[in-house]
């Protein structure tokens, strides 16, 4: 037997999925949210296929489904079952095999080729190797030529994946139950593999048969965790970071333990520690090992058992009944059934009164804050990627939020990445701006004043401009509108889309490049040179460097000679600006997410930055993904609020006051909130202290954490969620229906559109019934909220990723946005925009678009026609070779008052600053 979870059905409930090896089929059990379960009707089964051992899944076929994936030992192949969506599944009609791999004994899946679709590798226990299928993104396979082998090493029983050396690729861990070892193979990035030189081994540690992975003592590495049945123990390895390991001097036991057959992670005590369970098949227990923090454990008093159940082979975990605490599920193959033990909160089980069996069985990318109901409290916005949709939450002044009931989309719109927010069309509303990663363009969302809102028609594109990843916006062009930036990680330039005062927008002829900056992944504003126009300042993550554009006053941009890299500072993935000295000049802030560290540009005359010597880093934390600023503690000094998503949680690092930081000793994070990728700040609760809100992205909800007044805080108890939204990737704040409170926008990427959150003026939000959406708009990456049609009302901007476009939605005046209003502008073939924002680039006093084109490695620029409507084109400017923006930002870095653009550029790991972009 084997045992797996999944929502198969899209209720948002963790499932159970169930191989049967001795009837050669697959079970179900539905939960039905209170940590029971209702089992399916119908087994899954294959003609062809005989006796299922391992069970697995994964989207294979790029639906946003749990599809089904089972290795059948005695017929040599691996089934696919694809999910419908109401958990019933179809079986492809051609198991897949290789020829000479015999005896498929686990199966696990992760994108091992970095093209965002999930393969699957297989350990073949007869042949003593290891294959990999490649996706072709419908759910069909092509096998690797060649399967994987380590001299010596026989009998794979158990694998999985992690990324063991930091090089952002998933590498495969092999339990080779013949030879009593474990094999590492490291991942080339193309789904290729090279053997590690030495297996590894612990004297007296025998069999083999379960291996997983966690970062046990919280260096932001991946250990090795391994269940040796032959010697009824379990092995720890601790990873030195390149990918060599080092065995903890004692093995695991647990008294009365034996045969130690599967082993999972989780923080069961919710310390933020990764704990060990543990399946012992000959006893009939499974055991529970508490982590201290430094890779050590302690072993449970007492193992669980349930009456009646004999021989567990299978064990995962998940929040079975919704009380944010990871529950224990196990597969009982001798007594052919599945136990349930439910999580107390502090470590402790309770089983549940009956195992399930089955007659006949014989397994937020983003948030920000804004006022959008006009009622004086900061309401959040979050963007869903995977569902294509931004929700808001209303504060309710307690900082507690509700969610509104619709969230916001547009028709075709795909994969929101990133949220603004600023009055587009004049109207003294905070409109929502949304970057669709999938359809490559930006979508605009325009507030009718009560927190609901009208999608533009036609996104925001810019020809050539692919992977918007960033959205922000700021007045380029001194024409007093909000103006669009979005940074494009596709095409590694950053588009401009120029406001008409009416939220309407027209990109900028030339997106925006720097030679050799590549993938600028995010953007932000600045006037750095103290000019008085707003410079763009983008972070490249492939080229690991910060770029700076300089804006001429009137929307056009110069990029910065040089970008700036700090050594061993690689992939940066997310730039904002503070002043962190005091000395009245706009500092950088980078987060790395390669190296796990934030890097400081210090500005120490206009328009030039020095790097501080030291990252900030911080033990504990993995793959910063956003950061933010705000004064903390009251000293009168811009702090950095860092997200990371890889160690689920939130660092704090105070400023001296001379632009050197001291990290805060405990992280924020909350119990079954994970992968945070979008941090903003905003007074929630009304006591005018800034409080800190988190989306994250896998878990599908919103944290708030309040502020006591003395730079510490508190969990809110309640994760915001919206049952149909997942994936927020980019979130931010703006009254959009003059309530004087902060609402928030949110774009969702996977259901391309964009939700609004009313805030009560509490802390509490309601989410607005109809998410924005624009017909032929996909995959919204980034947002901002600007007023663009000059009706003092903020619209909202989207970047639409696989559309190739920016979407406006025009503000009505009550927080509402028609979808008739909403548009798309700036349609650029294949420029993937990544990241938007805007600002007034050609000194009109009306906001343009600014867009980072990621595809075609430009940003572009939409001038604003005056009534919120934008050119087709953008005016684009290169981002520079094999740059890919990602982020895009626009400020005054140079002090004369001509707008500048920084876009931020992944693939050349640099930023460029255009210096006076002007149109």
Do not use: W
């Amino acid at each position: 037997m084997s045992v797996t979870i999944a929502d198969v059905n899209g209720d948002s409930k963790a499932d159970i999925i169930v191989a049967y090896s001795s009837s050669n089929n697959i079970g179900i059990f539905l939960n039905s949210g209170t940590g029971t379960f209702t089992a399916q009707a119908n087994l899954l089964t294959i003609a062809s296929a005989t006796t299922p051992v391992s069970v697995t899944t994964g989207d294979v076929n790029g639906d946003s489904k749990a599809d089904i994936i089972v290795a059948y030992s005695s017929s040599n192949n691996i089934g696919v079952f694809l999910n419908s969506g109401t958990g019933t599944f179809n079986a492809q009609a051609n198991p897949l095999k290789i020829t000479g791999a015999t005896r498929p004994v686990s199966v696990t899946t992760h994108d091992v080729n970095g093209d965002n679709k999930a393969d699957i590798i297989v350990a073949y226990s007869g042949s003593n190797n290891v294959g990999v299928f490649l996706n072709s993104g419908t759910g069909t396979f092509t096998a690797q030529a060649n399967p994987l082998t380590i001299a010596g090493a026989t009998t794979p029983v158990s694998l999985t994946t992690a990324d063991v050396n930091l090089d952002k690729y998933p590498d495969i861990i092999v339990a080779y139950k013949g030879s009593s070892n474990v094999g590492v193979f490291l991942n080339n990035g193309t789904g290729t593999f090279t053997t590690q030189l030495a297996t590894l081994e612990i004297a007296g540690a025998t069999t083999p048969v379960s291996v997983t992975t966690a970062d046990v003592d919280s260096d932001g590495e991946a250990d090795i965790i391994v269940a040796y049945s032959g010697s009824n123990n379990v092995a720890v390895f601790l990873n030195s970071v390149t990918s060599t390991f080092t065995a903890q001097a004692n093995l695991l036991t647990m008294a009365g333990g034996t045969t130690p057959v599967s082993t999972t992670t989780a923080d069961v005590n919710g310390d933020g520690k990764a704990d060990i369970i543990v399946a012992y098949s000959a006893s009939n227990k499974v055991g529970v090992f508490l982590n201290s923090g430094a890779g050590t454990f302690t072993a449970q008093a007492n193992p669980l058992t349930i009456v009646g159940t004999t021989t567990p082979v299978s064990v995962t975990t998940a929040d079975l009944n919704a009380d944010k605490y990871p529950d224990i599920i196990v597969a009982y193959n001798g007594s052919i059934n599945v136990g349930v033990f439910l999580n107390n909160g502090l470590g402790s089980f309770s089983a549940q009164g009956l195992p399930i069996s089955i007659p006949g069985a014989t397994m937020l990318t983003y948030v920000t804050t804004a006022d959008v109901n006009a009622d004086l409290k900061p309401d959040l916005i979050v963007a869903y990627s995977s569902t294509g949709t931004v929700d808001i939450f209303l504060a309710n002044g307690a900082g507690t939020f509700a969610a509104t009931a619709t969230a916001l989309t547009i028709a075709g719109a795909t994969t929101p990445v990133s949220v603004a927010t600023a009055d587009l069309n004049a109207d003294s509303k905070p409109d929502i701006i949304v970057a669709y990663n999938g359809s490559n363009n930006v979508g605009v969302f325009l507030n009718n004043g009560v927190g609901a809102f009208t999608a533009q028609p036609t996104p925001l594109t810019i020809p050539g401009a692919t992977g918007p990843a960033s959205v922000t916006t700021a007045d380029l062009n001194g024409d007093k509108v909000a103006d669009i930036i979005v940074a494009y990680s596709g095409s590694n330039n950053v588009g401009i889309f120029l406001n008409s005062g009416t939220g309407t927008f027209t990109a900028a002829p030339n997106p925006l490049t720097i030679s050799g900056a590549v993938a600028p992944v995010s953007v932000t504003t600045a006037d750095v040179n103290a000019d008085g126009a707003v410079d763009i300042i983008v972070a490249y993550n492939n080229s690991n460097s910060v770029g700076i554009f300089l804006n001429s006053g009137a929307g056009t941009f110069t990029p910065e000679s040089t970008t700036f890299t700090i050594s061993g500072a690689i992939a940066p993935a997310s730039v904002t600006t503070a002043d962190v000295n005091g000395n009245g000049k706009p500092d950088i802030i980078v987060t790395y997410s390669g190296s796990n560290n934030i890097g400081i540009f210090v500005s120490t005359v206009i328009a030039t930055f020095t790097a501080q010597a030291d990252f900030l880093t911080v033990t504990g934390t993995k793959t910063p993904a956003s950061v933010t600023e705000m004064d903390v503690n009251a000293d009168g000094h811009a702090d950095i609020i860092v997200a990371y998503s890889a160690s689920n949680n939130v660092a704090i690092f105070l400023n001296s006051g001379t632009g050197t930081f001291t990290a805060e000793a405990n992280f924020l994070a909350i119990f079954g909130a994970t992968m945070p990728v979008s941090v903003t700040t905003a007074d929630v609760n009304g006591d005018a202290k800034g409080d800190i809100i988190v989306a994250y992205s896998s878990s599908n909800n919103v944290g708030v954490f309040l502020h006591s007044g003395t730079g510490t805080f508190t969990a809110q108890a309640n994760l915001l969620t919206i049952a149909s939204a997942t994936t927020p990737v980019s979130v931010t704040a703006a009254d959009v229906n003059g309530d004087g409170k902060a609402d928030l926008i949110v774009a969702y990427s996977g259901s391309d559109n964009v939700g609004v959150f009313l805030n009560s003026g509490t802390g509490t939000f309601t989410a607005q019934a109809n998410p924005l959406a624009i017909a032929g708009a996909t995959t919204p990456v980034s947002l901002t909220a600007a007023d663009v049609n000059v009706d003092g009302k903020t619209d909202i901007i989207v970047a639409f990723k696989d559309s190739n476009n920016v979407g406006v939605f025009l503000n009505s005046g009550s927080g509402t946005f028609s979808a008739t209003q909403g548009a798309t502008y700036g349609t650029l073939a294949n420029s993937a925009p990544m990241s938007v924002t805007t600002g007034d680039m050609n000194g009109d006093g009306k906001l343009d678009i600014i867009v980072a084109n990621s595809g075609t490695n430009e940003f572009g620029v939409l001038l604003n026609n005056g009534d919120g409507t934008f050119p087709v084109a953008q005016v684009v400017f290169s981002a520079g070779a094999g740059s890919v923006p990602v982020s895009v930002v626009t400020g005054d870095v140079t002090g004369d008052a001509r707008p500048d653009v920084v876009v931020a550029n992944s693939d050349t790991n640099a930023i460029g600053v255009f210096i006076d972009v002007c149109i």
